[in-house]
């Protein structure tokens, strides 16, 4: 009973929904301190890391194509590989936390190498979680977090940290782990991938920096003091909207709370936080989501 309760998807859906209840909750009371007219009065004071950050948008989703591309070249396809990302991004974009970008990818392929692509799919997401959760344990350590009473900590625990990411990344699928129906389908799938691991975890960790520098550059170009502090705390901020589960659209709103609680007591600035937020949201999957939507093409 426990365990069918434990592992019933209408209870995950719940959880995930009074979670983001919770988030919105916290969301408005952040907002409803904001001067509104302070955001109408917001004007971008320097225009050159302004337009740097939307010209970054575009190297951003070519890494992500990139990655794609490579899941590509491993299973021998090369016939729409721009459509089907586009696909992707559409259905990752209403999707939690941006991982079923596979439904859309897979259907402009056989059904013979859909399980193939779900499987790269999910190694190459997984990557992108571990640059995620890397940057925010480096940020950690140098930063700690004040308001949960964290101080920074020391390279030892940082390294034992990182090594432990990359065990679970190459070799999860070698651990002595009780498996499950899903993952001992899925692990057959994975064989011989090293190579292809290393090449997606070196791209996301670029996509990474690169979605970083954005945000950092659009806080530059709205005025806030350059400081390489700020880049370490947005690191904090992908760490914490990493790990907090999202119903759809990138965790729009959440990582907005998220951003608020972080650097509030940084910065200051709540209209600035909020409208770079939203901003990077609107150029790094907004845009491209409703470009997507022609792109989205259901084969059976």
Excluded: C
Aim: glycine share 6%.
């Amino acid at each position: 009973m426990y365990k069918t309760i434990k592992n019933s998807p209408i209870l995950t859906f719940f959880v995930k929904l009074i979670f983001t209840g919770i988030v919105l909750y916290v969301f408005y009371t952040q907002i409803s301190k904001l001067s509104w007219s302070g955001i109408k009065t917001l004007s971008i004071v320097n225009p050159i890391p302004f337009t740097l950050a939307i010209l970054l948008a575009f190297f951003n989703q070519y890494l992500e194509y990139r990655k794609w591309k490579a899941t590509l070249n491993f299973i021998q396809e090369s016939k729409h590989k721009i459509q089907s990302y586009l696909a992707g991004v559409l259905t990752g974009f209403l999707t939690p936390n941006l991982l079923g970008n596979f439904i859309g990818r897979m259907y402009y392929y056989p059904r013979a190498k859909r399980s193939k692509i779900i499987a790269l799919t999910l190694v190459s997401n997984g990557a992108q979680f571990i640059a995620s959760i890397f940057f925010g344990i480096l940020s950690l350590a140098w930063l700690g977090q004040k308001q949960l009473n964290i101080p920074p900590f020391d390279l030892i625990f940082t390294s034992i940290a990182a090594g432990i990411l990359l065990i679970i990344y190459f070799f999860f699928d070698n651990l002595p782990l009780k498996l499950k129906a899903w993952s001992t389908k899925l692990i057959p799938l994975l064989e011989n991938t090293k190579e292809y691991r290393v090449q997606i975890l070196v791209l996301s960790i670029l996509r990474y920096l690169v979605f970083s520098l954005q945000y950092f550059l659009l806080f530059q170009g709205f005025g806030v003091s350059f400081s390489f502090e700020i880049l370490g705390w947005i690191w904090q901020i992908y760490f914490w909207s990493t790990l907090a589960p999202s119903l759809w659209m990138g965790k729009l709103f959440i990582r907005e709370s998220i951003a608020l609680w972080v650097l509030i007591p940084i910065i200051g600035h709540p209209e600035i936080i909020l409208v770079t937020s939203v901003s990077l949201w609107i150029l790094n999957h907004g845009v491209l989501a409703l470009i997507s939507i022609p792109f989205f093409k259901k084969q059976v």
